[in-house]
């Protein structure tokens, strides 16, 4: 079948159906992509990445897993994900050696493990995320390369950046925190139809390439004379320039692939307005999202920024009305700390919906979440004072990618002279100077980035893959 007829075909298809006065989900189909993708997607399963991100660390008392190994007894905090205990592997003493002694860059380097100095007033300057890498390697086959959201819209600002991603010059990309719009641009359809749609795209490109005619001839000489800071502006102007061109490409080419149709009701929830004053049911909603983002396979890296050190939310439904922020600096007041313990379980019950979820919708052969890798963690541990080493992370999903998981690994325990008391000192003493120089995020990021294909040994400072989970 042609590439014209198969899309005909899902056209008369989707109005057939919706001549019957009912909606439906369609599965992901060859043609339903555009020609140059089909052969790698016809050879290789789906594998994809989720990061999730909370802020300003978490009550470790409560978090903390005592025992090292398979034979380990969920810590209160992570009581939640008991079902899934054979779906994750939890990581203690975890550090990025760059960010230690940050403090409101936490989620500006999470994914970077760039080296960004927020206290000496130099320029803000940050490197490729870990999941833009991904997004580079498998983004041509799926219409959305990476998909960015957070609890606050845009960028944020240097600094205190309200978005995980970073491109490959280090230039946040921009989350979304509306789900009804988030849903609309992931299923909605186009603006004027199809034909104004690629009028609109054709006169971006006339645009873009009369500013790049115009800037590259005599961008050389340009660079010759400027400062280095100049430098580096143009060089962040003349990639921003090119990277719209090619996400202009990437619209035209997927115009013609229809858009997977969502029945009424699984759209639903997407169609109202989600205050985030009801925090569980907002972080369920984009939850959610993400899972039917990746089912109909319209992304296969996705970025969640739950909070910014600066912007945590409150959660009333349960009786916190602090954002998360003000809990983490708790100065050691057991009232607080039980408050901000109480927010951490309450998420990972949120978290467990999510993994839910996925083990629930099956790809393939397989569960979704054994094809989705899910990072879940911080960039802070001990949020009171800002430090940034044994962070609370967690890998799971992906199994039918080669992980192995129902483990605690725990760099700190070689280096400890007892076990863990899990006292108020002795917690904080944990968050310190790092038990062991060696457990870096980075080699947790870079396993990820090989189990996606990524073409790559080693990832900023890191000192090879986890081997004890692959």
Same mark, same amino acid.
Request: net charge positive; charged share 35%; hydrophobic share 35%.
């Given at each position: 079948m042609s590439n014209i007829l198969s899309q005909r075909w899902l056209l008369n298809r989707r109005h057939f159906l919706r001549g019957l006065g009912t909606t439906m989900a369609l599965p992901l189909l060859d043609a339903m992509m555009p020609l140059r993708v089909r052969a790698a997607a016809v050879v290789t399963k789906p594998r994809r990445s989720v990061f999730v991100y909370i802020p300003n660390g978490v009550n470790g008392m409560a978090w903390q897993v005592k025992q090292p190994g398979r034979g380990y007894e969920l810590s209160p905090s992570l009581q939640p994900l008991e079902k899934h205990r054979g779906d994750f592997t939890v990581f203690s003493g975890l550090h990025h050696p760059n960010g230690l002694g940050q403090a409101h860059v936490c989620a500006d380097t999470w994914l970077t493990g760039a080296k960004i100095d927020a206290q000496g007033g130099r320029k803000y300057e940050n490197s490729i995320s870990a999941d833009q890498m991904m997004a580079e390697s498998v983004g041509q086959q799926t219409r959305f390369s990476s998909l960015e959201l957070s609890i606050s819209s845009g960028t944020g600002q240097p600094f205190n950046s309200s978005t995980l991603a970073f491109s490959r010059d280090g230039v946040p990309l921009p989350a979304e925190d509306?789900? /009804?719009?988030?849903?609309? +641009? =992931?299923?909605?359809?186009? /603006?004027?139809?199809? @034909?104004?749609? &690629? @009028? +609109? =795209?054709? /006169? &971006? &490109?006339?645009? =873009?390439? @009369?500013?790049l005619d115009a800037v590259l001839d005599d961008a050389s000489d340009l660079r010759r004379g400027l400062g280095n800071e100049d430098r580096h502006k143009l060089d962040e102007y003349l990639h921003a320039v090119r990277d719209v061109e090619q996400r202009t490409e990437r619209l035209d080419a997927w115009l013609d692939v229809p858009k997977p149709v969502i029945e009424a009701q699984s759209a639903a929830p997407f169609q109202r307005d989600v205050p985030k004053a009801q925090a569980g049911e907002y972080w369920r909603t984009m939850f959610d999202l993400i899972v039917l983002a990746l089912r109909t396979d319209m992304t296969r890296v996705v970025t969640y920024m739950n909070g910014s050190e600066g912007n945590g939310l409150a959660i009333p439904e349960i009786g916190i009305t602090q954002a998360r922020h003000n809990l983490s600096h708790h100065n050691g007041d057991p009232v607080v700390l039980e408050r901000l313990a109480k927010s951490d379980a309450f998420i990972m019950q949120q978290f467990a919906h999510f993994l839910d979820e996925l083990r629930s919708i099956q790809d393939g052969e397989e569960p979704l979440l054994d094809r989705t890798m899910v990072l879940f963690g911080s960039g802070m541990s001990y949020g009171h004072s800002h430090c940034n080493s044994n962070l609370p992370i967690l890998l799971a999903g992906g199994k039918g990618l080669g992980l192995k998981h129902g483990q605690h690994l725990d760099y700190n325990r070689p280096h400890l002279k007892e076990d863990y008391s899990l006292g108020y000192d002795e917690w904080r003493s944990l968050c310190g100077k790092p038990k062991d120089g060696k457990a870096r995020l980075n080699n947790v990021l870079l396993t990820m980035m090989q189990k996606m294909e990524v073409n790559t040994e080693s990832f900023v400072d890191s000192l090879g893959p986890v081997s004890e989970i692959v």
């Open positions: 509306n789900p /009804k719009n988030i849903f609309n +641009r =992931l299923f909605g359809e186009e /603006k004027g139809g199809i @034909a104004e749609q &690629r @009028a +609109r =795209l054709t /006169k &971006r &490109r006339s645009v =873009l390439d @009369a500013v």
